[in-house]
């Protein structure tokens, strides 16, 4: 039987602001060797070229050359992801535009992104979303509590201010280890994103 730990994780990337929490993510799950299935929506790779001045395409290349990195088209509803009979450990939606969180709390399944989380719900297995807009409208935290209740976790891109990052590399790696920590397979944060403590005089 092969072993759990190496089946893959799905990576859903949507057109939310964070184009570089996406990118952390999948570097992190990269150097742990875990394998991934990857889909973006057309909208994430116009936010990918905006916030990072490079091509979608150019960083998915990057990333395939250690040879853990599947790629979907997100029109492909016939793609291995879009059935709950390929075996995958759960899947992380980075960033998460309020687009997608609708559709995912209306349980629409109108591109693969959405197809495999919908599969991921079905199949009980755990799916983790990094929702980003600001401010947030009732419908937003409708929607979200929707999801919430149906046991997705939701992790949004909140700074570790108590830590004092001094840098948007901190934050962004912050928050990518945090979402991976709540998908359950990318061991704990590192020392330095750990809360140490307080002593009361
Ligand atoms: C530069 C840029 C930034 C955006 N930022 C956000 C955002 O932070 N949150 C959000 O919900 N939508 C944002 N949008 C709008 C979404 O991309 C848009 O609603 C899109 O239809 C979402 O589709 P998708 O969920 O299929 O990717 C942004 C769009 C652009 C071009």
């Not at 992801?81 to 450990?89: D, F, K, M, N, T």
């Not at 079905?122 to 009732?138: A, D, F, G």
């Not at 061991?187 to 403590?197: A, I, M, P, R, V």
Request: net charge neutral; charged share 20%; with cysteine.
């Amino acid at each position: 039987m092969p072993n759990a730990k190496r089946y893959p994780v799905i990576v859903g990337v949507s057109g939310a602001s964070g184009a570089l929490l996406a990118g952390r993510a999948i570097e992190r799950l990269l150097e742990r060797q875990q394998p991934i299935e990857l889909v973006s929506t057309p909208s994430a790779r116009i936010v990918w070229k905006q916030e990072t001045g490079t091509s979608w395409a150019d960083a998915v290349k990057r990333w395939q050359e250690t040879g853990l990195i599947t790629e979907h088209n997100p029109n492909n509803q016939a793609a291995t992801i879009a059935s709950g009979s390929y075996p995958v450990q759960g899947m992380l939606i980075i960033p998460c535009s309020m687009g997608t969180v609708a559709a995912l709390a209306a349980g629409f399944a109108t591109n693969l992104l959405l197809r495999a989380a919908d599969v991921t719900q079905k199949e009980s297995r755990r799916l983790v979303i990094v929702p980003r807009e600001t401010p947030l409208s009732t419908v937003h935290l409708q929607n979200l509590l929707t999801l919430s209740q149906r046991g997705i976790r939701i992790v949004p891109p909140m700074p570790n201010f108590y830590q004092r990052p001094t840098t948007v590399d901190e934050i962004v790696d912050f928050v990518a280890a945090r979402a991976l920590v709540a998908l359950g397979v990318a061991g704990e944060l590192d020392e330095s994103q750990q809360w140490s403590g307080i002593e009361l005089d």
